[in-house]
Every structure is written in C-alpha cells, then in structure tokens.
C-alpha cells in the first residue's frame, strides 16, 4: 500500500521500524501538496524548509531510539493556530503578515511529540462561514467535486486529509467547524469537549464555544491525535484539570448493550431524504452490532442556530476589537488620524462576513438590546445544556446526520447568511452544550460524502471514539479517497 | 438665593492599585519607573490567540478589603468586558466586574476635626485592569504608547453619595487611604498613581429629597486636589443654578495649574461599554474558610487602634485619629510612650505636634525620620523629670534633628539643663530686682501685669534654663517685699 493511505499509526510505527524515514515521508506530501493543493487551495502557507528540517531532526532522533509519539510524522495546522516563526493569518487580510512570536499550547504539545508541520491550512476568515469561501485567500475546493464546497471553517484541513495532502490536520469547531467539513468531504473530525484541549494561542472567535480538535481519515488516527493534543493548560483558565488518557488504548471494546440516543429533532424537515437514507443505514450497523436505540428529543434544539448567533456574534465583536491597526495586523496607508487609523485598518483588514457578525454582536451587546438578545440567548443555552442532559440520563450517545446535505456549489449560499447558518443546525448543540462529538463518514449520496454524527456526554471521547472506532471496523467508507487523489 | 441654602452630595470612586508582584492576569512584573514596554508581555499587548489567568492574590487582597469594611463578599463574582477603543487599551476592552463584584455594602467611619463621626456608606469594590498610558512630550507627530501599566490590578472603591463637604470627602478618602495601607494591599503612592479617585458632585436645595445632576471629575491624585476640585465644582454648579441654567451629566477634567474643572465629555457623548461576562475567565467562587481565614489574619485596624489608643492614654477621638493615620506612625507613637512610661498626652502632643511638622517639611515619612522613637522618648524623660523646660526643648529636638545626637548629650554640651536649685535662682531674682528697682516699686503700688516682666528678665539672664514652676513660685514670695 502506498505510504499516503496509510494510518497515522501505521506512519509513527513505520518510522520507528526504520521502515521509511521522516524525510522520505516529508518529500512525498509535500509533492502531494505540490500538486494538488493549488487546485483545492486547501494551504494558505506550504512550509517546505522548515519541513524537511523537522524531518531531518526527527530521523536523528529515530537513528537514537528517542522516538516520541509522533515522531517524525507529518500533519499540518488549520491557520489559527499561531506558530513562532512561520505566519499565522487565520484566513484574513488583516493578519496576511503576520508571524506570531510564540506557539499555540497545542502547536508546542505536538512539536514535542516529534511531528513534522507541513504548512498551515486554509480556512473561513476568523473560522466565519460554513463553507470555507469567506478566506480572504480564496475558497477551498471540495476534492469530491471541485465545483463544490468543502465546508467550514476548517474546509483546508478537510480538504487536505480527504485528498490525502497531509496524514491528519489540526482544525477548530465553534459551531461546527470540525464536523461540517469533515462530512462533506467524508473524513473523521473530533471536536472535544470544551476545555479539552487548550485554546492558548488558537485565535479567539467566540471564546465560550471555540475548541480545537483534529481532522483525520479514522477514528483511531483522531485518537492518536487527540492524546497528544489533549490536557490542562495553566495558561487558559477555561482548560479542565483531568487526567487524559491514552485514547488508542480505549478503543477496540464492543457497542453491545450501548444506549444509543436517537434524536428527535436531528430528522426534521431540513434533512435530505438521501442524506437521511444513509444515516439510517448506518444507526442499522450499530444495532447490529448490539447498540440499543431509543428515540430522544432535545426540544430546545431546533432554538440553536438563533442562539448561537447572538452568542457568538457578541463574543467576536470584542474578541475582534483587538485588531485596531496599532500594534499589529493590518494597518492602513497614512492615517489622518486615529479615527481614520481604526476605521480604514479595520474596514481594509475584514471580510464581509467578519464585518457582518461583528456588527451583529456590537448591537446584541448594546446598551437597551443585551437584555433582549445576548441575556435571552444566555438563558437558552442552558435550556439546551439542560436538554442534552437529560438525555444522557438515558442513553449513553447521541446519533445522527452531521448535516442536513451533502457539499454544495460554491457561492449558492453567499448571498444568503441565513441559509448557510442552517447548515449547521446539528452540529451547534453540541457547542452551546460543551459537548464532545464527532462526525464520521458513512456512505454516499450521489458521490458525495455523508458524516454520521455521535454526541457524548462532557469528556466523553472515549466513549465516541470508540464508538466510532466499532463502525469502522465494519465499514471502509473512511478509506474512500477521492479519484484524482487515489 | 444664597449658597446656604445648598447642599453639596458627593460620592468617590477611589482606585487603589493593589501592590501584588505581578498583574492582574499575566505575569508580567507589577512596577513603576521602567522604560516604556519592558514589563509588556504577550497577554498585556493582547496579542492574538492570548489568554488571561487571573492572579489569585488579588482576590486575596480584595477580600481583606471587604472583610475590613465589614462588607459582603461574594461567594460568586464575575470578571466582565467593558467594551472601548483605545490606543492605550490593547485588547479593545478593559477586564473589570461590573453586574457581580467581589465586595459589596460596606462602610467606613470617619472622624472631623471637631471630633464629630460619621459613617459613609461603601456601594462596592470591584477588580479590574488598569490600561497603559499614551506618551506625547518628545514625539513630534506621533503618539507613543507604554504599556507598563496595563494589567496592573486595581481595586476600584465605590462609596455612597453620602459625603456633604469637600472637607467629608477628604476625611474620607485619608480613611480609605489608611486602611488599604494598614492592610498592605497598597502602597498608597499617589504620586505614582497608586492610589487616586473619580469624584461625583452635585448640588441641591437644602431639603429637596432627589439628587441634583452631577458631574464626575475625574482622576484626582491628591487629597489638595480632591478639597479644591470639589469646591470649584460646588460653586460652578451653585452660580450656574441661580442664574437660572442647568447642570448637565458630564465628565469633568480638574487642571490644578487654573485650579478650575473643566468638560471633557457629556453623557450624550459617553460611550456605550457593551459589558457582558468575560468568556475567558471563570467566575470567581469563593468558600466560607477562605474568607474566614483571611479575616483571622487581619492585623489591627485603624479603628480598633485609634479606640484603644484613645482609651489607653486617654486622647481625644481625633487626636487618635491622626496617630492612627498611619500604621508606622501609631506603632511610633506606641514606641515612644512605652519607652518613656507615662506622659502619653506629652508624647501625642509632640509626635503630632514638633515631629510631625520638622518631617512634613522635609517631606519624610515616619520610617525615615532622623529622630528615632528610642530618641524622642529620652529627650521627652527629659521634660518630664524637669531637667529642660518644654520650650528648652523645643531647641534640643532642632539640634538633634541636625545633629543625630542624643538629647542628654546635647543638653550637657550646651548647658541647658534647667536650674532649679533654689538658692541659684534665688541670686538671679535678687540681682534682677535690684537693676530693675522702678519697675519694682511699680509692680508694688499695683501694677501686678509686670510680674511677667520680671519672669522674662530672669529667664533672660539664665539663658532660658530657669524651671518656670519654680521660678514663679519664688518671684511671688520676692517680688511683694
């Protein structure tokens, strides 16, 4: 088998055999990448040099049976990561040149795993869009069909582990950023639960959702990945002081007797009948398998695409303010004065959509609105928390599509915000609540990819990625790679 | 109309920066004086993808505060963002508590110079982050921007509109003043900044029940400044009143060059904070046994002390009040009167009285003054035992200020011990009556006013060293013949 289908394990065991060394592995994704990520713009910067140097170390360290993790296997970051050294955009103009002088917390843990960074990937300005084609570095294709989106925000790194440009990729989820796109280009995305993974150099979008996570073709793979990613951080306060353990090691256990949660709400009229179909399939795998399935209803659901534009549009707005022109980031040519200075940085440096959002959270937070809007949404996030936990009163996890249908055109829904937000309409519970969840591919509608979504209770990724890890056994629609990247 | 029949209503907003080692949520060093941007890190320059972490000694700090002034402290409290552009506020907010503050309902009592109390009433004291500063002097054409100061924590004190004078608003600022001292949460420079507040002033007719509208002036770091700017705006606010105009809701700058207050911006221009919970810190929660242990290890307060100083060495309320102003200054004061065992009016009257002027000319704390408390109390034994006289004194302490010698050894170097053998001033008084022979047949035929003459001249002739008790006692059996 060639070397770009193998699994992340496979890679990290392979080099620690001597099998093939890190810099053989490097130079084949990066001519991966070389010749395909310009027609998928999945990269917003492609970091050669320092690859094959981290390479290069990783082999000396190989050779002298230091072997971590990781080492010397390659993967890239979603742009929002900041990385000392090597420009972090996060999509946008306003930080088109801008290096970070420091490391994420998670950019440093999977560094000191002994990983190669291949480059960073592209991704919806600010991780603001659906659809990946708010970057102000151009859409990303979906490597199914280029004509289509991948999804978003974290459409580059979806792409690029669909297309097989990088082993696995770093990505965020605020309202389903990982999962989305991980759907609809018919890959594994793990969004953890919040406070997981540490946010300390991931850039703020809306600080009370936002978590990273990881996108990989298998559950295994994003296990490997999320045990090194993984872990308190003293230095974000909304980081969980739990153990974490090794997630490789609590999968291969059977999902006979698990409780699995049908929820109500997720088959609504919203949903593509197709998309429905293979979803079905799928929740008919697991009975199989011993699952039991029971119908839930989360009934403050259908409430949060409404309220998860209010929260975070009003989280945003302030995160964004930092970005003012004065001691980074874009700034404008001969400001007048300081007025000018913020108004044209600010005006050149954001997207429309960007633009958009940070206008909404600027009135919801305003005087004579905040109780109407940002309170009410507050108080309907705990509704929905509240739904979510008293499902799990009954069942182990939640299932159901990740999305309402598979990929669509890029810019149908452009011009239409409303539309594009109900493209998340599953997957945003999940954010509001905290909750882990994962989307894996199970089957096509029309040669596109359909994601499976499973929701667990807080720090419940174990459970999930086992979960997942059961129906992959079964299944190889997560070894499916698009024709042209075969 | 005249000015009598209104009265003043103040509030003060004080800001206290909390003397921790580090900022309020990073760890970049906490001082004052150093290069623009040296004690700036990542998080004070809210460089992206940054995170605060909040510094658990200021929650410490806060509630020794609270617990002081007898206020509630929260179980739950919450950091919020308060929303505005700034050059000098690098995140675009500032990190303050706004709807769930730490310390809430407290109250401080001060003392007036007539010996009268009153209580005022303390809204709530909350935490938040101070924001840097923007330079001009030297930049021509540019503004600098030093962000030492962001992240410095502060405690920020809000009192109840419930002072009536400038004089009240001073008394009480100086109350504040001592505690955060007392309670080594501040080091009270306001020179530096450390210690400064926002005062809320408005008049209304003797009477009236509802507030009239007030101007905040803001940014008053001297206690001369708070008096002068609060009088200023009372008699702005009082003329522009009675000639028949309006006082309008703004934010009032004091220039202490013109001694005047004036606009820098009106309600209508105010900014709208957009405050909402910061998603980035968690609340602040708070068990019983914390606070419970930090109120066991409160020293004594300036109010316990100044009551027991009062009750001890029988001083007067005020009296007590100003030994009290101080920690260093009372635990002075103590040192004094238990070195000299007794004359604790004696040694109250000079702390407050010699040694407090000689220092506040020379601009000196009490930890730095020359004479020490061991020096003092020997030259006061010195007066007590009537070896000098209270004015004889007065020259020893100036030639020990200068000197840094002991009271005995100046005494002996310059001969001052007071005479008080009998016979020796009994040689003086006759050598004086017998120059002086008009002045005292007339003191004889009823001009008794010049029995002070002849107390002066034999003064004169002994140099001042004469014990005046005994003295006048020998005069009046002399002097009549």
């Known amino acids: 088998m060639s070397l770009h289908k193998k699994s992340l394990a496979e890679l990290a065991a392979g080099l620690r055999e001597r099998k093939f060394s890190s810099v053989e592995l490097t130079q084949l994704y990066l001519a991966r990448i070389d010749a395909h990520a310009g027609m998928l713009n999945a ?288 700034r404008c040519s001969n400001p007048r004065d300081l007025q000018d200075l913020y108004r044209r940085s600010r005006g050149e440096g954001f997207g429309a959509e960007v633009k958009r959002r940070v206008m909404t959270g600027t009135y919801v937070l305003s005087a004579g609105y905040y109780d109407a809007y940002y309170l009410k949404a507050q108080k309907v996030r705990q509704l929905i928390a509240r739904d979510f936990r008293d499902a799990f009163a009954e069942v182990d996890m939640l299932m159901g599509p990740t999305t309402p249908t598979p990929a669509f055109a890029i810019g149908a829904k452009m011009d239409d915000p409303i539309t594009m937000y109900l493209n998340d309409i599953y997957t945003i519970g999940a954010n509001l609540a905290g909750l882990p969840a994962i989307s894996i591919p199970c089957g096509f509608v029309a040669g596109l990819p359909v994601g499976l979504q499973l929701v667990g209770p807080h720090f419940a990724e174990g459970a999930i990625l086992n979960a997942a890890h059961a129906y992959q056994r079964e299944t190889d629609w997560h070894r499916h790679v698009p024709q042209d990247y075969a | ?160 509109p419930e002072m009536r004078s400038a004089k009240e608003a001073v008394a009480y600022m100086k109350k504040v003043h001592t505690l955060v001292r007392y309670l080594e949460i501040c080091d009270g420079n306001m020179q530096e900044g450390s210690f400064r507040c926002d005062a809320n002033v408005s008049v209304r007719k003797k009477g009236a029940e509802i507030f009239g509208t007030r101007a905040e002036i803001k940014n008053l770091n001297s206690f001369r400044y708070v008096e002068k700017a609060i009088l200023y705006e009372v008699s702005r606010q009082v003329e522009l009143l009675e000639s028949g105009g309006r006082v309008v809701q703004e934010t009032r700058l004091y220039d202490a060059d013109k001694g005047e207050t004036r606009s820098m911006r009106t309600k209508e221009e105010a900014n709208d904070y957009r405050y909402f919970p910061d998603p980035d810190l968690l609340p602040v929660v708070l068990t019983d046994e914390f606070i419970e242990e930090i109120r066991r290890g409160l020293p004594e307060l300036p109010d316990q002390k100044a009551r027991r100083l009062a009750s001890d060495y029988g001083l007067s309320a005020y009296d007590a009040g100003v030994l009290t102003s101080s920690r260093e200054l009372a635990a002075y004061y103590e040192e004094v009167t238990q070195e000299l065992q007794g004359e604790p009016k004696l040694a109250a009257n000079w702390v407050m009285g010699e040694l407090a002027a000689s220092l506040n000319k ?69 050598e004086v009556m017998a120059k002086n022979s008009a002045q005292l047949a007339d003191y004889r035929s009823g001009k008794d006013k010049l029995f002070g003459f002849f107390v002066g001249q034999v003064m004169k002739a002994t140099g001042g060293k004469a014990n005046p008790a005994e003295l006048t006692k020998l005069l009046k059996t002399k002097l009549p013949g």
């Open chain 1, 43 to 330: 990269f917003i910067t492609v970091a050669h040099e320092s690859a094959l140097a981290s390479a290069r170390a990783a082999d000396h360290e190989l050779a002298a049976g230091r072997a971590r993790a990781l080492t010397g296997v390659p993967f890239a970051h979603k742009d929002i990561f900041c990385t000392a050294g090597l420009r972090t955009t996060c999509g946008s103009r306003m930080l088109d040149q801008f290096v970070s002088p420091y490391d994420a917390t998670v950019v440093a843990k999977l560094k000191d795993a002994g990983t190669v960074l291949l480059g960073k990937t592209n991704m919806d300005e600010f991780a603001m869009g659906s659809s990946s084609e708010t970057s102000y570095y151009g859409p990303v294709k979906n490597p199914w069909n280029t004509k289509l989106v991948p999804g978003g925000s974290s459409g580059g790194s979806a792409a690029a582990v669909a297309a097989r440009l990088v082993p696995a990729a770093t990505a965020t989820d605020t309202g389903g950023s990982i999962r989305q796109p991980a759907a609809l280009c018919g890959v594994t995305g793990l969004k953890p639960t919040y406070g997981r993974v540490s946010r300390y150099g991931m850039i703020a979008f809306a600080s009370s959702l936002d978590q990273g996570g990881v996108i990989a073709p298998s559950a295994e793979d994003a296990a490997l990945m999320l045990s090194v990613m993984a872990g308190f951080d003293p230095r974000d306060s909304t980081s969980v002081d739990t153990a974490v353990p090794d997630y490789v090691a609590l999968l291969g256990k059977s999902v006979a007797g698990l409780r699995v949660g049908i929820v109500k709400e997720f088959f609504d009229a919203g949903l593509d009948a197709q998309n429905g179909r293979r979803v079905e399939e799928a929740l008919a795998l697991y009975r199989g398998l011993g699952a039991t399935l029971k119908e839930v209803s989360l009934p403050n659901l259908p409430l949060s695409v409404p309220t998860y534009y209010v929260v975070a549009p009003a989280e945003c707005s302030s995160n964004l303010a930092r970005f003012d022109g004065v001691r980074f980031g874009h």
């Open chain 2, 1 to 160: 109309m005249s000015a009598m029949e209104w009265e003043t209503v103040i509030g003060l907003e004080i800001h206290a920066q909390l003397s921790t080692r580090s900022k309020i949520f990073s760890g970049s060093a906490s001082s004052y004086g150093a290069r623009p941007n040296v004690h700036a890190n990542l998080v004070d320059l809210g460089y992206p993808g940054v995170l605060p972490v909040l510094n658990a000694e200021v929650v410490r700090m806060a509630v020794k505060l609270g617990v002081a002034i007898d206020a509630r402290i929260a179980r739950t409290s919450v950091f919020a963002r308060k929303n505005y552009f700034y050059p000098d506020l690098p995140k675009g907010y500032q990190i303050s508590q706004y709807e769930l503050p730490i310390v809430a309902g407290g109250a401080l009592e001060i003392v007036l110079e007539d010996g009268s109390r009153k209580r005022i009433g303390i809204t709530r004291a909350h935490l938040e982050e101070d924001a840097g500063k923007s330079l001009h002097e030297g930049l021509p054409g540019v503004s600098g921007i030093d962000l030492n100061r962001a992240g410095t924590p502060l405690i920020e004190i809000v009192s109840e």
């Open chain 2, 362 to 430: 020379e601009g000196l704390d009490i930890a730095r003054s020359p004479i020490s408390s061991g020096k003092l109390a020997a030259l006061l034994r010195r007066i007590a035992d009537e070896t000098i006289s209270g004015k004889i004194a007065k020259e020893v302490f100036e030639a020990m200020w200068a000197s840094g010698k002991e009271a005995d050894a100046i005494i002996e170097e310059k001969g001052l011990r007071q005479i008080t053998d009998t016979a020796a001033i009994l040689a003086v008084i006759d």
